[in-house]
């Protein structure tokens, strides 16, 4: 690649890559000015839609009578599975068992039944409970315990990954131990509900406005639902208020029945849920129970792990395989395992589907793997830091690199980044003092912990890592930038943007950041997976490359002069011993008719994956990071404070810090609240009863830790081909939470003087710290 478009030094312009540059929409989102799909200007005649839900867990539906619900004033149209054009389907992944409208059989609590429209959104939601629908109740269950219990079968075939023979080195292990560890899932609370607006056009034409973070699958659904091809389909989004994985799949049945009203009424439909049923009935992040048998030796080194991660999926399988597979993937975290099986159990559980949310599984994985640790260090009586820089991954040649898929890791820093982060944190003498304090405190009780995060990088459906985007660059300089990824506050389009700004030298104000539609750019993948960045920067690099080829050729040409004389400066060009300002250059470039346009395309090089075989290498790089966090407990009431964080972060040459900084500050927060505030709760009969921001809490501004301080790893720089050398940053982070729960840890075995694991599981909410500190005072 030509190292003049990757910012050099040399090179000073407004906006390149690896600048600070503030996020395209920051003035709008702080000021409201910014348009989410609610704020568009409402279509002539405009109705609203809104949902009708069964009120079982599992149940036949015996009779339906809407009858009062079409009765109402101001309702236009009611509508069941049965008047589902198409086929009466809004699965993810081809396995044809999520109904859009559920018709014989309900299997969770809040699954939608049938849609009303009506001439407000009050009306449609007033009138969808005025149905009478009389069921046969069927057994249930809606957690793994019961599911286990039943014989449920799994939503998708589990996936095993081994190495070497566990079985044989567990028994010879001089150290032996079981355990199980329960991990809790997590609401994705983004501050915009789904929402989706379809306007029909003529023929069998719909364009939809969705919060989606796949416009190509919504594009896909609503061709399968209407019977429609695809390219009769146009999906469009600016942007979402937050997604988190969460507006990966779960959109789907908004825009599906917004554009079935649509195409039936011939007039614009609007789908907007509010709070509690968006949580009642979208999917959430997977909860895990980790069932694991460990051998090592008296000095803690890991020799087999023997592990089983069920996982609550929810009725339908949605992207439960790739979520389950994803956490196996990660059951390492940085260590490196001799001989080991891991296998998955994707469970049926009588609630709804669990989805994709930030690490997709992976944060569950780690998470086991961090109990290990804990659990072993625990027994050998050290320092947890000092088991996990034991077990560590090795560099290349120490036979210590081969993961549990077979993937070999070639880019390990965690060793640096663990050690930089102990002594600029100063772990070891805060460490010591905290022990010092706990044995003189009676009440309060501290702890501290350093845990590392690695994490693979890429989508692991092979044909997903791939992008394109489309540049056009007009007469006056100007240049418009449409790509396949989409916006949900991450700053996607502004680091885009500045590739785009970088290759061609001019200041990002030229640059105009559209918003994404399968009109522009088609068959895109979801922006998912951390890949946004990697793939639609490398797509629009390569939309640029082609453009100023053709720029440089006529430039040659015209002057005759050698093309290694035609160089791109800050908001000019050179040619030879002439320089032109670059809206003067392009405007020649016109007149000679050099094409100004170019789609670009990229797909991610040398992976491939075999899930039969478990063998592969489904990452094409790894991001890694390390936390370390100080807490305070109340030992008589189970209250806690985060103290202090420290984090040192790897995201590559950074394609824009401040915009990395705010991704890992926001992942830890989020992570944070997955581990300690945020319990998901449903009651016997299936109910989710932990629904809205009074029952159900995330983090405040006040939870975060009184002293954070965040820092990427300046030195690092990705050593694969990636834009700008970055690396991903939208997931990694999460999993430094990590630290928080590990620290909580470290306070209640405090208790027990450090004797025994206190086996705290996830979310460790007051309640269950002061049920592990009262385990301690009995141990």
Known sequence: MDKSTFGDPKFIINGAMHDAQRHDSAHKHVTGSADYIDDLPEPVDLLHGALGLSDRAHAEIVSMDLSEVEATRGVIWVFTGKDVPGVNDVSSNGSHDEPLLAEQKVEFHNQPIFAVIAETREIAR??????????????????????????????????TLQRGDAKTEMEN?????????????????????????????EDDEVTVWSSTQHPSEIQHIVGHVLDIPSNAVTVNVRRMGGGFGGKETQGNQFAALAAIAAKKLKRAIKFRPDRDEDMAATGKRHDFLVDYELGFDDDGRIHAVD?????????????????????????????FYPHVHLASKPLKTHTVSNTAFRGFGGPQGMLGAERFIEEIAYVVGKDPLEIRKLNFYGQPGSGRTLTPYHQEVEDNIIGRIVNELEESADYQARRNAIIEFN?????????????????GISFTLTAFNQAGALVHVYQDGSIHLNHGGTEMGQGLYTKVAQVLADSFQVDIERVKITATTTGKVPNTSATAASSGSDLNGMAAYDAARQIKERLVAFAAEKWAVPPKDVVFLPNRVRVGDKEFAFPDFIKQAYFARVQLSAAGFYKTPKIHWDRAAGRGTPFYYYSYGAACSEVSIDTLTGEYMIERTDILHDVGRSLNPAIDIGQVEGAFVQGMGWLTTEELWWDEKGRLRTHAPSTYKIPLASDRPKSFNVRLAEWSENTEATIG???????????LAISVLEALSMAVASVANYKVCPRL???????????????????
């Open 307 to 335: 592990a089983t991660y069920a996982a609550r999926c929810g009725f339908s399988s949605d992207l439960s395989g790739p979520v389950t597979d994803r956490a196996l993937f990660h059951a390492d975290s940085s260590y």
């Open 126 to 159: 007033r009138a969808a409970r005025k149905a009478k629908i009389e069921y046969r109740e069927l057994p249930h269950w809606s957690d793994i315990d019961g599911a286990l219990a039943n014989g449920s079968p799994l939503v998708i075939t589990p996936m």
């Open 761 to 779: 599981d996830a979310p460790a909410t007051p309640e269950r710290v002061l049920m592990a500190v009262e385990r301690m005072k009995q141990a």
């Open 173 to 201: 292990a001089a150290r032996r131990l079981k355990g199980q560890m329960r991990i809790g899932g997590q609401e994705h609370f983004y501050l915009e509900s789904h929402v989706a607006m379809a306007i029909p056009g």
């Open 725 to 735: 050398r970055s690396k991903a940053v939208g997931e990694p982070p999460f999993m």
């Open 439 to 455: 044995r003189n405190s009676r009440f309060i009780r501290k702890g501290i912990a350093l845990t590392p995060v690695k994490f």
